[in-house]
T-cell receptor
Framework: DTEVTQTPKHLVMGMTNKKSLKCEQH?????MYWYKQKAKKPPELMFV???????INESVPSRFSPECPNSSLLNLHLHALQPEDSALYLC???????????????FGEGSRLTVL | GQQLNQSPQSMFIQEGEDVSMNCTSS?????WLWYKQEPGEGPVLLIA???AGELTSNGRLTAQFGITRKDSFLNISASIPSDVGIYFC??????????WGAGTKLIIKP
């Protein structure tokens, strides 16, 4: 069983909707990530939080808004999305960034998002 | 930017066969990692490599960090049906940013 839990597993939303994706981990990791994955492609990094502070934003459009309320939780707020934003959104956690083992990511099962 | 070339793109093999896939990079990496992703799941870390020349096994899986630090391979011995999935290599560059390969899809012929 994955130790990173994502909800919901599936989400269908219209372009005018506001929704949120949620992620939770209890491994004591201090780095958390949002990735976007299109079919048959590798994950693409969106955001990195380190010690609850946003450390990396990979030029993601503002219609995606991340939030890290505490060291165990990570949210991704969605507003005014486009159909091309439909994808699998993966949350991951790791030991803190900037260390050699920071690449050892623990992924959740993902939230499958469809934008109509 | 840095790129990883992962090959092959896909493999059709018989159960029991050995499998080999590799990744090459245009620049040096500090860490090589191999992940496996099954349908409907997130990627799962299989092996992490931290030193040039390092050879590491995890059950039937063996991976090596190339001496030049620009390549890595993953071998799977005696494949079984549950080995199907997409295998991704990933490398950590000098800024500890993960760069991902395009993936190798493993399919086992019945």
């Amino acid at each position: 069983d994955t130790e990173v839990t994502q909800t919901p597993k599936h989400l269908v939303m219209g372009m005018t909707n506001k929704k949120s994706l949620k992620c939770e981990q209890h491994m004591g990791h201090r780095a958390m990530y949002w990735y976007k994955q299109k079919a048959k492609k590798p994950p693409e990094l969106m955001f990195v939080y380190s010690y609850e502070k946003l450390s990396i934003n990979e030029s993601v459009p503002s219609r995606f808004s991340p939030e890290c309320p505490n060291s165990s939780l990570l949210n991704l707020h969605l507003h005014a999305l486009q159909p091309e934003d439909s994808a699998l959104y993966l949350c991951a956690s790791s030991q803190v960034t900037g260390l050699a083992n920071a690449g050892e990511l623990f992924f959740g099962e993902g939230s499958r998002l469809t934008v109509l | 930017g840095q790129q990883l070339n992962q090959s092959p793109q896909s493999m059709f093999i018989q159960e029991g066969e050995d499998v080999s896939m590799n990744c090459t990079s245009s620049s040096i990496f500090n860490t090589w990692l191999w992940y496996k992703q099954e349908p409907g799941e997130g990627p799962v870390l299989l092996i992490a490599l931290y030193k040039a020349g390092e050879l590491t096994s995890n059950g039937r899986l063996t991976a090596q960090f190339g001496i030049t630090r620009k390549d890595s391979f993953l071998n799977i011995s005696a494949s079984i049906p549950s080995d199907v999935g997409i295998y991704f290599c990933a490398g950590d560059d000098s800024n500890y940013q993960l760069i991902w390969g395009a993936g190798t899809k493993l399919i086992i012929k019945p």
